[in-house]
């Protein structure tokens, strides 16, 4: 008799289960599209209203002017005006802002987002269209024979924003490199200012990720870039051969 109930437990069970575990599947489907065209939605009067304050207050603070150029920067390699500016703001800013006394400054090609600036006003919204990214600077001690390297790999890649440096580029690797007018020596330790994205190692730049030792500056290169145009005020850069090609 017992064996009997244990038969109809089991034929029991199993029919439960295999209700609980019924499966589906989709016979059909269908998928449709449409098309909207954006300049047919209208606005939203409300909404415009709300956010109009703080447009006008951001605009305002976009359009001010900030310093004059008497000639067009422009972004170019292997040197450029544009270029120029940004390393000198770098290498200003935590010179004259920081207890640092940095050697050198450099920024990676890359990082300088427009072709140019006008001759004319500089204005607070150009330099957030110049460098729009909230990278902050950074101070490296950095052994010579990595900073030789950086300029050869600067030189593969036609040339980058620097200041305090000088080279020629010949056969795609930097020649006759000096630091404030002196011959680089390999075991000497130096202070490079750059942005955190490039000392991680942006753009390939691997050999700045063996750096002595990294400080931190809780400044973004854009603010430094601000504060160094209302200093100057009226400025004008030209091309000087920090980096030539021979």
């Known amino acids: 008799m017992l064996k009997f109930r244990r038969l109809f437990l089991y034929l029991g069970l199993s ?33 415009l209203r709300l956010i109009a304050p703080y447009k006008q207050k951001l605009d305002a603070q976009m359009n001010e002017v900030i310093a004059l150029t008497t000639n ?48 004319g006003n500089i204005t607070v919204g150009k330099v957030y269209e110049l460098m729009p990214f909230d990278n902050l600077l950074e101070v490296l001690e950095i052994k010579g024979a990595d900073i030789d390297l950086l300029c050869n790999h600067i030189a593969a890649n036609g040339g980058w924003p620097l200041s305090g440096m000088r080279f020629t580029i010949r056969d795609g690797k930097a020649n006759n490199l000096t630091i404030n007018g002196a011959a680089i020596e390999s075991e000497k330790t130096y202070l490079l200012v750059t942005s955190d994205y490039v000392a991680n190692g942006g753009d390939k730049a691997d050999m700045l990720k063996r750096a002595v030792k990294r400080h931190p500056i809780n400044y973004t290169v854009r603010d430094a870039i601000l504060e160094y145009l209302k200093n100057k005020q009226t400025i004008q850069l030209e091309k000087d051969g920090r980096i030539s090609v021979d």
């Open 15 to 47: 029919f439960v289960f295999a209700a609980c575990h019924s499966s589906f599947e989709i016979s059909k489907h269908r998928v449709s599209y449409n098309r909207i065209k954006a300049d047919s939605l209208e606005a939203d009067s409300q909404m």
């Open 72 to 119: 067009t920067l422009l972004r170019t390699q292997p040197e450029g005006t544009l270029n120029n500016l940004m390393a000198e703001a770098m290498l200003w800013y935590v010179t004259t802002q920081t207890e640092f006394k940095p050697d050198m400054a450099m920024m990676n090609y890359g990082g300088v987002r427009l072709p140019q600036i006008s001759a």
